[in-house]
């Protein structure tokens, strides 16, 4: 049965840096997986992915340089490594398989983890 939890969510001063962990399901984990994001009025959003036709990782310009995903397989675990944070990425983050589906097919999301940056 599908299982997502994510982790690792906080609060920092503009500049900081927070590391988000999402332990998920294997039906879900043998997939590429995303990041998404959803901010307050804002619709959900994915900021990194492990799927990309380049065999690298895919970042959202709004990201890319400050953020790193990752897949630990022996753990079943994704994380998102994230440096230089802004307050405009205050959001909950959630993570899922990505097969290049809207957001709005998802049937399944986790619980999420609410990142703030603030000073």
């Known amino acids: 049965q599908a299982h997502i939890v994510e982790s690792g969510g906080g609060s920092v001063q503009p500049g900081g840096a927070l590391r988000l962990s999402c332990v998920a399901s294997?039906?879900?984990?043998?997939?590429?997986m995303a990041w998404f994001r959803q901010a307050p009025g804002k619709e959900r959003e994915l900021v990194a992915s492990t799927r990309s036709s380049s065999g690298l990782p895919y970042y959202v310009d709004s990201v890319e340089g400050r953020f790193t995903i990752s897949k630990d397989h022996a753990k079943n675990t994704l994380y998102l490594q994230m440096n230089e944070l802004k307050p405009e990425d205050t959001a909950v983050y959630y993570c899922?398989?990505?097969?290049?589906?809207?957001?709005?097919?998802?049937?399944?999301w986790g619980q999420g983890t609410q990142v703030t940056v603030s000073s």
């Open positions: 294997r039906d879900i984990f043998i997939w590429d």
């Open positions: 899922n398989k990505d097969r290049g589906w809207a957001v709005t097919e998802y049937d399944y």
